[in-house]
C-alpha cells in the first residue's frame, strides 16, 4: 500500500488506484502446487513499475484466466484487485473489440477493423465491471489512472459512480486522423467515455491534436490550446479537460545498471560466439504484431543479401518475436507468413554452419534481452505504426559503450523525440535498405557521435518523469476546477501581457501547423536586451524557458545565430548543449544531425591573417578609452558603445575600417560587418543568410522562423523562403514581414509559439 507522504509528493491524493486490463503480474505454480504470482515483463507494467515501486498502489485487473474468482492480494508494494473475465468477455471484448476493432482501427487501418454489435456490447460490460471495481477500490478523493485502448469508457462511468474522484486516462497506441477514426459506429460514446478524466494523455503531439478534432466533430466540445471545454446542454461551462502528449519512456538507470553488470556483459560476448562471431549482429524484437513491419525488415534484410551487398556469413539477423494474441486470425496469419519468409531467406542463403535469421518466436527475460542489446551492433525498429516503442529506448539505456545504431521507422512515437536514429520510412523498402547498410558500416565514430546525443534524450525523459508529469498534471487540473480560480484560468493565462499583431499570430498559428519548424533566432537585442557591457548580457529567463520547450517538442529544431562566438555566447550562461549554434555570424556551427558540418579550426593561413588584424587592431583601441577590441576564433570586434563620446567612438570605427583596408593582400580576404556600435571583422567569409542555408539543407522539410534585431540579420531574412517566418526586433528598416519591438516581444512570440504547437504555456516572469 502507499503511504500519505509519498503520494502527497507525487501530488496525489488518496491511495492511486491504477486500472488496466491485466494486472501487472503472472501467476507461478511451483513444484508443490502452490500458486504464487511474480511481477509481469511488458509494455504497460515495464513503465509502471517504478513509479508503483516508489509509490505503491491498488490496482485494478484481470489476472489473466477466464473463469476465475480471485480474492484481492498484495505482491511487492501493489494490492491487487483482481476482475473476473469470462470465456465470451474474453472473445468478444478483448479478442473482438480491443484487439480486433480498436486496435487494428487505431493504427491507422493496416489492417482491417470488424465491427460488430455484440463485440461492442460486451466492451461496454465488460469496461462496466472494471469501472466498478475501480469504483469500490478507491477512496474519496483518490486519483485513479486508467490505461489504455480496452477500457476507454471506464473514466466517464467511474466519474458517473463516483464523482468526487480525480481520472486520468494515457492511451498508449495512437489516437487516429479524424478521417479514419469517423468510421467507427460508437465514435461519439468512445469520445464521451475518455471525457470522463480530468486529464487523458497521449503518445505524440499530433494523437492529442487528432483526439481534439474528433471530439470537436463528433461531441462538439471546442478546444482552447490542449484543454477541451465541455459544455451543458444549455450551453454553459459543465467541465474542462486536458488533452496532452505525455510521451512515454522507461527505467533508463535500471537499463543501463542491468546492462553494466559482468553477468550481461559476459552473456553477450556468449551470444555473439554462440551465432559463430558473424561481423555484424542486426537485431529485431517485437510483440509478433503485424503493426511492427516485421514483414518489411525481414524483405529489406533478404534483398540487401540477394544483391550481394553483404554476405551471408558475416551476418546474423536475431528476430525475437513474442507470441501475441494467437486466437485472432490476422496474428495466426502473420505468424505463418514471417516463419514462411524467415524459412525462405534460410534457405536461399544459410549453409549448415549458419543461418542469416536466428528466429525466437518466445518472449525473453529482461537480462537476456539487455545481453542482446549488448551484443547486436544495429537495432532495426520498422513499425508501421506504433504508439511509442519502448524497445528502441532500452536498446539506447543499455548502450553506455556509446556503439550500436538505431534504425527507427518514422511511424513510431519514439521517432519524435529520437531524432538522431537513423529514421525511415518503412515501406520503402529501398530506403530501408540503405538505411541498415548505413548503419551496418558507420564508423565508429559517427556511431558514437549519434548515440551520445540519443542516450541524453532517454536519460533526460525516463519513465519517472513521465509518470510524475502525467500525475501532476492530473492533480493541478483537479484542483483548478475544484478551485475555479480565475488566475489559473489557462485561456487566461494564454492572453499574454505583450500584444502580438493578428497578422504575426496567425502566421505562428501557421507555423506551428507545420510537420517540421526551425526556430532560429539572433541573440544579443533579440533573445537578450542590449546591455552596455556585451559580457553582462543574458538570455531573457522566458525567451529561455519557451525555447526549451519548443526545442523538446516533436519536429521542432531551435537554433541560434549570432555574431558572437559560441565561446562568448556559453559564457553568457545559456545552455547551448541541446540547440544548434552558429557562433561569429556563421563561420562557427555545431549541433547539426550531421556531425560532418560542424566547423573545423581555422587554418594556418587564417591563424596568421587573425595575427595581423588583432594586431593592426590592438594599436587603435588601445587609444580610444572605453573602447574595446573582443577576440573571436575568425576574427575580431571593435566595440564603441561604451565610448562616452559618440563622435570619437564614430571615429575610431572609421579608422579601423581604414587600416584594415590598408592591410595589403590580407584586406581582400577579410570581410568586415558594421552593428549597432561596432564593427566587426572576418578572417573567414561566413554570413547569418549562408549558415541558416546550411542548416535546412541538414532539415530540408523545416519551415523557418527567424528572429533577429540587427542589420547582419538582413541576410538570414533575406534568405527566408515562401511560408517561412521573418520578424525584425525594433523599427530599422528591413525585408521580414513582421516586426515585435523588443526582447519581450520576441519572448512572448516564442510563448505563443510554444503554447499553440504544445499547449503548454510559458507565463511571462
Ligand atoms: P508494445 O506494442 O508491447 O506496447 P513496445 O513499446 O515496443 O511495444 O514494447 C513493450 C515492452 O515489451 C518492452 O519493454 C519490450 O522490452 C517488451 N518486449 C517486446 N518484445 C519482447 C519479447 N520478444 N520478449 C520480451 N519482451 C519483449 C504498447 C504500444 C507501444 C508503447 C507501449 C508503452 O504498442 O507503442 O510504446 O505500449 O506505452
Known amino acids: 500500500m502507499s503511504t500519505p507522504e509519498a503520494n502527497?509528493?507525487?501530488?496525489?491524493?488518496?491511495?492511486?488506484?491504477?486500472?488496466?486490463?491485466?494486472?501487472?503480474?503472472?501467476?507461478?505454480?511451483?513444484?508443490?502446487?502452490?500458486?504464487?504470482?511474480?511481477?509481469?515483463?511488458?509494455?504497460?507494467?515495464?513503465?509502471?513499475?517504478?513509479?508503483?515501486?516508489?509509490?505503491?498502489?491498488?490496482?485494478?485487473?484481470?489476472?489473466?484466466?477466464?473463469?476465475?474468482?480471485?480474492?484481492?492480494?498484495?505482491?511487492?508494494?501493489?494490492?491487487?484487485?483482481?476482475?473476473?473475465?469470462?470465456?465470451?468477455?474474453?472473445?468478444?471484448?478483448?479478442?473482438?473489440?480491443?484487439?480486433?476493432?480498436?486496435?487494428?482501427?487505431?493504427?491507422?487501418?493496416?489492417?482491417?477493423?470488424?465491427?460488430?454489435?455484440?463485440?461492442?456490447?460486451?466492451?461496454?460490460?465488460?469496461?462496466?465491471?472494471?469501472?466498478?471495481?475501480?469504483?469500490?477500490?478507491?477512496?474519496?478523493?483518490?486519483?485513479?489512472?486508467?490505461?489504455?485502448?480496452q477500457l476507454q469508457l471506464v473514466p466517464a462511468m467511474l466519474r458517473e459512480a463516483r464523482p468526487d474522484l480525480i481520472i486520468g486516462f494515457f492511451l498508449h497506441i495512437p489516437f487516429p486522423a479524424a478521417g479514419l477514426f469517423s468510421q467507427l459506429p460508437w465514435r461519439r460514446k468512445v469520445l464521451e467515455g475518455m471525457l470522463g478524466a480530468d486529464v487523458i494523455g497521449f503518445q505524440r503531439v499530433v494523437d492529442a491534436a487528432n483526439f481534439r478534432a474528433s471530439v470537436r466533430r463528433y461531441v462538439g466540445a471546442p478546444s482552447s490550446g490542449n484543454v477541451i471545454l465541455l459544455p451543458e446542454r444549455d450551453g454553459s461551462e459543465k467541465r474542462r479537460v486536458l488533452a496532452q502528449d505525455f510521451p512515454i519512456s522507461i527505467d533508463a538507470n535500471a537499463f543501463q545498471t542491468l546492462a553494466q553488470s559482468a553477468k550481461v556483459r559476459k552473456r553477450a560476448r556468449e551470444i555473439r560466439r554462440e551465432l559463430g562471431n558473424p561481423k555484424r549482429i542486426m537485431l529485431g524484437v517485437d510483440r509478433l504484431d503485424y503493426t511492427k513491419g516485421i514483414r518489411h525488415r525481414l524483405k529489406a534484410f533478404a534483398e540487401i543479401l540477394r544483391d550481394g551487398e553483404v554476405a551471408a556469413s558475416d551476418i546474423t539477423l536475431v528476430q525475437v518475436a513474442s507470441p501475441s494474441r494467437e486466437r485472432v486470425e490476422?496474428?495466426?496469419?502473420?505468424?505463418?507468413?514471417?516463419?514462411?519468409?524467415?524459412?525462405?531467406?534460410?534457405?536461399?542463403?544459410?549453409?549448415?554452419?549458419?543461418?542469416?535469421?536466428?528466429?525466437?518466436?518466445?518472449?525473453?527475460?529482461?537480462?537476456?534481452?539487455?545481453?542482446?542489446?549488448?551484443?547486436?551492433?544495429?537495432?532495426?525498429?520498422?513499425?508501421?505504426?506504433?504508439?511509442?516503442?519502448?524497445?528502441?529506448?532500452?536498446?539506447?539505456?543499455?548502450?553506455?559503450?556509446?556503439?550500436?545504431?538505431?534504425?527507427?521507422?518514422?511511424?513510431?512515437?519514439?521517432?519524435?523525440?529520437?531524432?538522431?536514429?537513423?529514421?525511415?520510412?518503412?515501406?520503402?523498402?529501398?530506403?530501408?535498405?540503405?538505411?541498415?547498410?548505413?548503419?551496418?558500416?558507420?564508423?565508429?565514430?559517427?556511431?558514437?557521435?549519434?548515440?551520445?546525443?540519443?542516450?541524453?534524450?532517454?536519460?533526460?525523459?525516463?519513465?519517472?518523469?513521465?509518470?510524475?508529469?502525467?500525475?501532476?498534471?492530473v492533480e493541478a487540473q483537479a484542483a483548478q476546477?475544484?478551485?475555479?480560480?480565475?488566475?489559473?484560468?489557462?485561456?487566461?493565462?494564454?492572453?499574454?501581457?505583450?500584444?502580438?499583431?493578428?497578422?504575426?499570430?496567425?502566421?505562428?498559428?501557421?507555423?506551428?501547423?507545420?510537420?517540421?519548424?526551425?526556430?532560429?533566432?539572433?541573440?544579443?537585442?533579440?533573445?537578450?536586451?542590449?546591455?552596455?557591457?556585451?559580457?553582462?548580457?543574458?538570455?531573457?529567463?522566458?525567451?529561455?524557458?519557451?525555447?526549451?520547450?519548443?526545442?523538446?517538442?516533436?519536429?521542432?529544431?531551435?537554433?541560434?545565430?549570432s555574431g558572437r562566438s559560441i565561446e562568448s555566447l556559453s559564457a553568457t550562461g545559456v545552455q547551448l548543449d541541446e540547440w544548434i549554434v552558429a557562433g561569429s555570424h556563421g563561420a562557427e556551427l555545431v549541433g547539426l544531425p550531421d556531425a560532418q558540418l560542424v566547423t573545423g579550426a581555422p587554418s594556418a593561413e587564417e591563424r596568421g591573417r587573425l595575427a595581423r588584424l588583432t594586431e593592426v587592431l590592438q594599436g587603435l583601441v588601445a587609444l580610444?578609452?572605453?573602447?574595446?577590441?573582443?577576440?573571436?576564433?575568425?576574427?575580431?570586434?571593435?566595440?564603441?558603445?561604451?565610448?562616452?563620446?559618440?563622435?570619437?567612438?564614430?571615429?575610431?570605427?572609421?579608422?579601423?575600417?581604414?587600416?584594415?583596408?590598408?592591410?595589403?593582400?590580407?584586406?581582400?580576404?577579410?570581410?568586415?560587418?558594421?552593428?549597432?556600435?561596432?564593427?566587426?571583422?572576418?578572417?573567414?567569409?561566413?554570413?547569418?543568410?549562408?549558415?541558416?542555408?546550411?542548416?535546412?539543407?541538414?532539415?530540408?522539410?523545416?519551415?523557418?522562423?527567424?528572429?533577429?534585431?540587427?542589420?547582419t540579420d538582413e541576410e538570414a531574412l533575406q534568405s527566408l523562403r515562401p511560408g517561412d517566418v521573418g520578424v525584425r526586433v525594433g523599427d530599422a528598416p528591413t525585408v521580414a514581414e513582421y516586426r515585435v519591438a523588443d526582447p519581450e516581444a520576441v519572448a512572448a512570440l516564442l510563448s505563443r509559439l510554444v503554447n499553440v504547437r504544445t499547449g503548454h504555456v510559458i507565463g511571462s516572469d
Not at 87 to 110: K, R
Not at 491 to 519: C, H, K, T, W, Y
Request: charged share 25%; hydrophobic share 45%; proline share 6%.
Open 481 to 561: 476546477w475544484r478551485t475555479n480560480a480565475a488566475e489559473t484560468d489557462p485561456a487566461l493565462m494564454v492572453n499574454d501581457p505583450v500584444f502580438l499583431s493578428p497578422g504575426l499570430d496567425s502566421a505562428l498559428l501557421r507555423l506551428s501547423a507545420e510537420q517540421s519548424i526551425l526556430v532560429a533566432c539572433d541573440f544579443d537585442g533579440t533573445l537578450a536586451p542590449i546591455v552596455p557591457r556585451p559580457d553582462d548580457a543574458r538570455i531573457s529567463p522566458r525567451a529561455e524557458r519557451a525555447l526549451a520547450a519548443l526545442n523538446e517538442a516533436p519536429g521542432v529544431h531551435v537554433a541560434l545565430i
Open 330 to 473: 490476422a496474428y495466426r496469419q502473420l505468424r505463418d507468413e514471417i516463419e514462411i519468409t524467415v524459412s525462405r531467406i534460410n534457405g536461399d542463403h544459410g549453409t549448415i554452419a549458419h543461418s542469416p535469421v536466428m528466429y525466437l518466436h518466445q518472449g525473453v527475460p529482461r537480462e537476456e534481452m539487455a545481453a542482446l542489446y549488448l551484443a547486436a551492433d544495429v537495432l532495426v525498429v520498422t513499425s508501421l505504426r506504433d504508439g511509442m516503442n519502448l524497445v528502441a529506448k532500452e536498446y539506447l539505456a543499455c548502450r553506455s559503450d556509446e556503439q550500436g545504431v538505431l534504425v527507427l521507422s518514422e511511424f513510431t512515437g519514439a521517432a519524435d523525440e529520437l531524432r538522431r536514429a537513423l529514421l525511415v520510412n518503412p515501406h520503402d523498402i529501398d530506403g530501408l535498405k540503405a538505411a541498415m547498410l548505413q548503419a551496418l558500416r558507420m564508423p565508429p565514430r559517427e556511431q558514437r557521435q549519434r548515440m551520445k546525443a540519443l542516450r541524453k534524450v532517454v536519460f533526460r525523459n525516463d519513465v519517472a518523469r513521465w509518470s510524475e508529469s502525467f500525475l501532476r498534471a
Open 624 to 711: 580610444t578609452p572605453g573602447a574595446r577590441l573582443e577576440l573571436k576564433p575568425y576574427g575580431c570586434a571593435v566595440h564603441v558603445r561604451q565610448v562616452s563620446d559618440s563622435v570619437v567612438g564614430d571615429r575610431l570605427l572609421a579608422e579601423a575600417a581604414a587600416a584594415v583596408a590598408d592591410m595589403g593582400e590580407d584586406a581582400s580576404q577579410i570581410q568586415s560587418r558594421t552593428g549597432k556600435r561596432v564593427l566587426e571583422f572576418s578572417v573567414r567569409r561566413a554570413s547569418k543568410g549562408e549558415v541558416l542555408g546550411i542548416i535546412r539543407a541538414e532539415l530540408p522539410d523545416a519551415t523557418v522562423l527567424f528572429v533577429g534585431d540587427d542589420d
Open 8 to 149: 502527497e509528493a507525487a501530488g496525489t491524493v488518496g491511495t492511486l488506484v491504477v486500472v488496466s486490463n491485466r494486472l501487472p503480474v503472472d501467476r507461478v505454480t511451483g513444484d508443490d502446487g502452490v500458486v504464487t504470482w511474480r511481477p509481469s515483463p511488458g509494455g504497460l507494467v515495464t513503465a509502471m513499475e517504478p513509479v508503483v515501486r516508489d509509490l505503491g498502489c491498488v490496482w485494478v485487473g484481470w489476472p489473466g484466466n477466464v473463469d476465475e474468482e480471485l480474492a484481492p492480494f498484495n505482491v511487492d508494494s501493489m494490492e491487487l484487485r483482481p476482475v473476473s473475465l469470462d470465456a465470451q468477455d474474453f472473445t468478444e471484448y478483448y479478442e473482438g473489440f480491443s484487439n480486433d476493432t480498436i486496435w487494428p482501427l487505431y493504427h491507422d487501418v493496416i489492417s482491417a477493423p470488424a465491427y460488430h454489435r455484440e463485440w461492442w456490447d460486451r466492451y461496454v460490460a465488460v469496461n462496466r465491471k472494471f469501472a466498478l471495481a475501480a469504483a469500490e477500490a478507491a477512496e474519496p478523493g483518490a486519483t485513479v489512472w486508467v490505461h489504455d485502448y
